[in-house]
């Protein structure tokens, strides 16, 4: 059997191209707790939240936070709460193993759960989560920034409800929408609370970014933060002009995800170099091997969303295959 370590060294590396910010500077906030600053309007309205760093080495997310708080915004109505997840994770970051920095003992955006949150589990990453838990538990509109293990097209993750798809539309990029239900390993941040009620006027995103150390990557985190705080009403366009990408946007597609890629072994391979956003002609065409067993595509017209290796794992979602929805 493969280990961690044999998969990762036969995988493309990436260049950091962009520069890790000192977040030392942001530890004392004034929300009670540790790098999570909020910024009120005084005027009635949304309580809004970016948040970086679920995992610690998202940069884009970081940089993103970090220029958002040397702004000194002011929300025209509501609330700005700016924050950084895992921040153990994120000191740990060494580029002479990028991969290894995602956590520290378990993945932070698999833990959303109240079965999690209120359990006897104890880790970094459950511990920081509760701590920031009684802050997200108030906010009404969140913006997850993540980024990805490959080189692909940015991602808006909606979640499976008509709410998050409609929320997408309104933020309006990156173009490609995936519309799915999550991790069988457990329950993402997004999903959390009133942002996986439908009957909940809460709301939540999950923007990949890119790939994790790419410059485009962080302009993709800027650009999508901005136009989330113009979404929510918050912010003003031409206040944060100078954050954003020029250009226009192009019009959505969405991807509804029908079901996940999950390994059971180290030792699962794919078929081709998949970056992301491949359209596979011809149901059952195979596209992963581990072992004997082979993963098919289940129709025809299949789309591999996020595919990598770099986390591979028993019960780890190493990609999810999904159909273009025509709106």
């Given at each position: 059997?493969?280990?961690?370590?044999?998969?990762?060294?036969?995988?493309?590396?990436?260049?950091?191209?962009?520069?890790?910010?000192?977040?030392?500077?942001?530890?004392?906030?004034?929300?009670?707790?540790?790098?999570?600053?909020?910024?009120?309007?005084?005027?009635?309205?949304?309580?809004?939240?970016?948040?970086?760093?679920?995992?610690?080495?998202?940069?884009?997310?970081?940089?993103?936070?970090?220029?958002?708080?040397?702004?000194?915004?002011?929300?025209?109505?509501?609330?700005?709460?700016?924050?950084?997840?895992?921040?153990?994770?994120?000191?740990?970051?060494?580029?002479?193993?990028?991969?290894?920095?995602?956590?520290?003992?378990?993945?932070?955006?698999?833990?959303?759960?109240?079965?999690?949150?209120?359990?006897?589990?104890?880790?970094?990453?459950?511990?920081?989560?509760?701590?920031?838990?009684?802050?997200?538990?108030?906010?009404?509109?969140?913006?997850?920034?993540?980024?990805?293990?490959?080189?692909?097209?940015?991602?808006?993750?909606?979640?499976?409800?008509?709410?998050?798809?409609?929320?997408?539309?309104?933020?309006?990029?990156?173009?490609?929408?995936?519309?799915?239900?999550?991790?069988?390993?457990?329950?993402?941040?997004?999903?959390?609370?009133?942002?996986?009620?439908?009957?909940?006027?809460?709301?939540?995103?999950?923007?990949?970014?890119?790939?994790?150390?790419?410059?485009?990557?962080?302009?993709?985190?800027?650009?999508?933060?901005?136009?989330?705080?113009?979404?929510?009403?918050?912010?003003?366009?031409?206040?944060?002009?100078?954050?954003?990408?020029?250009?226009?946007t192009v019009a959505q597609r969405v991807i509804k995800v029908t079901e996940p890629v999950v390994a059971t072994s180290y030792d699962l391979e794919f078929a081709e170099d998949y970056r992301g956003m491949?359209?596979?002609?011809?149901?059952?065409?195979?596209?992963?091997?581990?072992?004997?067993?082979?993963?098919?595509?289940?129709?025809?017209?299949?789309?591999?969303?996020?595919?990598?290796?770099r986390q591979l794992g028993p019960g780890v979602t190493v990609a999810r295959l999904g159909q273009v929805v025509i709106c």
């Amino acid at each position: 059997m493969k280990t961690l370590e044999q998969v990762r060294a036969a995988l493309k590396q990436y260049p950091v191209e962009v520069a890790f910010p000192d977040i030392a500077k942001w530890q004392h906030g004034n929300t009670g707790v540790d790098y999570v600053h909020s910024i009120d309007s005084g005027v009635a309205g949304p309580h809004v939240m970016i948040l970086a760093l679920m995992h610690g080495n998202e940069v884009s997310g970081a940089i993103t936070v970090d220029r958002l708080l040397q702004a000194g915004l002011k929300p025209v109505k509501g609330r700005i709460t700016l924050g950084f997840a895992n921040v153990d994770a994120y000191r740990r970051f060494d580029a002479r193993d990028p991969d290894a920095t995602r956590y520290v003992d378990e993945d932070m955006n698999r833990v959303w759960s109240p079965a999690r949150l209120d359990g006897a589990d104890d880790s970094v990453e459950l511990r920081r989560a509760r701590q920031l838990r009684p802050v997200i538990d108030t906010v009404d509109y969140m913006l997850d920034l993540h980024s990805m293990h490959e080189e692909a097209v940015p991602l808006i993750v909606s979640g499976p409800l008509d709410k998050g798809i409609r929320f997408a539309a309104e933020v309006g990029a990156p173009e490609h929408v995936i519309v799915d239900v999550g991790h069988p390993n457990g329950v993402r941040m997004r999903d959390y609370g009133g942002f996986g009620d439908p009957a909940s006027a809460k709301n939540a995103l999950l923007i990949e970014t890119g790939q994790h150390f790419s410059a485009r990557s962080r302009d993709v985190a800027m650009d999508s933060a901005c136009r989330f705080l113009i979404a929510t009403g918050v912010m003003e366009r031409a206040a944060l002009m100078a954050f954003m990408s020029a250009g226009e946007t192009v019009a959505q597609r969405v991807i509804k995800v029908t079901e996940p890629v999950v390994a059971t072994s180290y030792d699962l391979e794919f078929a081709e170099d998949y970056r992301g956003m491949e359209i596979i002609a011809q149901a059952g065409t195979v596209i992963a091997r581990e072992g004997e067993r082979e993963f098919v595509t289940p129709y025809d017209n299949c789309v591999i969303v996020m595919p990598s290796l770099r986390q591979l794992g028993p019960g780890v979602t190493v990609a999810r295959l999904g159909q273009v929805v025509i709106c």
